[in-house]
């Protein structure tokens, strides 16, 4: 029933005009059926033809999306970016722009671009995105191995550390963020984000607070506070579980 139905709403669209509030409802319930029976090019096909025609529909948001999922289930990487963008650009602000840049940053991973797909898990968390979208953004910046991604991720590790909870979570987003400081040679930021792990108490083994206290050791060392410098480096060692060489 579902595929006569659908050839039946097919062929009144075919004498309907597509901009007309008739045709937006004929569209709408063939996306339904096609969603029913996994017809990823029907919905492909009227979404399209949906998004471009009902400029004005309250629906056409919702409709963009399922048309760049539909793009991301077969495969299309190239359409899913450029419909992803279009929707961000009529769209700003918009509640779904979070699920359009998701399918973006698996798009763009997927075909082997880390620092695009973590510059939109960033935004993602940015505007109030779940953590793990932040945690994902931060190693995808590590694996894009880029001076600007290391700049980006220290910054996104230092608001993590400011607003997570006081858990391993936390303690782990820190550590990436102080080696990408470092990397980047942020000191300054870098010695920031060390210290808020410390004012926040957050959980650290053995390991991570030799790891920790190195760090803060070489970022106090190139801002020239040398005393500091010497007091880190003492507790980086003094409590390391490795035996001394």
């Not at 509640?95 to 998701?102: F, G, H, K, P, W």
């Amino acid at each position: 029933p579902g595929q006569d139905r659908a050839a039946h709403l097919e062929a009144r669209l075919k004498e309907t005009a597509e901009a007309s509030p008739a045709a937006a409802r004929m569209m709408l319930e063939l996306i339904g059926i096609y969603e029913g029976g996994e017809k990823l090019f029907g919905i492909i096909r009227t979404a399209g033809k949906f998004s471009r025609a009902q400029t004005k529909h309250p629906e056409r948001p919702a409709v963009m999306v399922k048309f760049i999922e539909g793009y991301a289930l077969t495969g299309r990487h190239s359409d899913v970016i450029t419909t992803g963008r279009q929707f961000r650009e009529m769209f700003p602000g918009h509640a779904l722009t979070l699920e359009v840049r998701r399918y973006m940053a698996t798009t763009y991973e997927r075909t082997g671009r880390p620092l695009q797909a973590a510059r939109e898990l960033d935004a993602n968390w940015r505007q109030g995105g779940v953590t793990p979208e932040g945690v994902r953004a931060l190693k995808l910046f590590q694996a894009a191995k880029n001076a600007d991604g290391f700049r980006e991720a220290a910054a996104l590790a230092k608001g993590m550390v400011d607003k997570l909870p006081v858990d391993t979570v936390l303690t782990g987003c820190g550590l990436i963020g102080l080696e990408m400081a470092s990397r980047a040679e942020l000191w300054d930021e870098g010695l920031s984000l060390a210290k808020t792990l410390l004012r926040r108490n957050a959980p650290l083994l053995e390991q991570e607070k030799h790891e920790l206290w190195s760090y803060t050791a070489n970022f106090e060392t190139r801002l020239g506070q040398h005393v500091n410098a010497v007091t880190s480096h003492r507790k980086a060692h003094g409590k390391n579980t490795h035996p001394p060489h």
